[in-house]
């Protein structure tokens, strides 16, 4: 059995948007892509490390534990051998709290990918594939995460073709979330159950295509 690790936010964890609730593993795309993966006959299991909040390399203010580059290394170890690493982080980095930009949440992915490479596995253990995937565009924040993403919408422009350029320049797999589902209609930041499907079969797709087990 291959394993392949998820590490990402809320986006993936399944927050329903505007509440405080989580959707079950079948119904958040990383069941639904083992799920579907599985059916293809392959034989993987996925370990999700999926944090609210979670940024790529920025701490939150307000909460412990969300900058993503901290302790990466030693969920890396923690959970080897890995055959695929999927990254889809991003999102929080443009919460109101930080002033950045699509290139240096492009860069935090970059710092992510190189601690992936240096983590410290066992000798004889393989240095996991990485696949960059970027999240859906933020649309216009509401609801009661309003406030927190308030201009996001604008700050994340060209996150997308940023991942594609890191994923490139460090020699990774790359998939844009965008191109199969938009964010929620309903907080404009996360994804609704359907759109959770959608992503789940469009990821198993192209992971199919490049890891064979």
Not at 6 to 28: A, C, H
Not at 173 to 190: L, M, R
Request: charged share 20%; hydrophobic share 40%; proline share 6%.
């Amino acid at each position: 059995m291959g394993h392949i690790l998820i590490y990402s936010d809320s986006l993936t964890w399944g927050i329903i948007p505007d509440t405080r609730r989580r959707l079950p593993f079948e119904k958040r795309w990383p069941g639904i892509f083992e799920i579907c993966f599985n059916e293809k006959g392959n034989n993987i299991r996925v370990i999700e490390n999926c944090l609210n909040g979670r940024r790529t390399t920025w701490s939150d203010p307000y909460k412990q534990g969300r900058d993503g580059s901290q302790g990466l290394a030693q969920v890396i170890e923690m959970h080897s051998p890995l055959k695929l690493v999927i990254i889809m982080l991003g999102t929080n980095d443009f919460q109101c709290t930080h002033d950045n930009n699509a290139w240096l949440s492009g860069q935090g992915t970059a710092k992510l990918i190189n601690i992936i490479r240096q983590s410290p596995i066992e000798p004889g253990m393989p240095i996991p594939e990485i696949m960059i995937v970027a999240p859906p565009k933020i649309t216009k924040p509401k609801g009661v995460i309003a406030n927190k993403f308030k201009g996001a919408e604008n700050r994340d422009m060209g996150l997308a073709a940023e991942l594609e350029d890191v994923s490139k320049a460090h020699s990774t797999y790359y998939f844009d979330a965008g191109t199969v589902t938009e964010a929620s209609a309903i907080d404009g930041i996360h994804l609704d159950e359907h759109q959770h499907q959608i992503l789940g079969e469009a990821i198993a797709n192209a992971v199919s295509e490049i890891i064979f087990f």
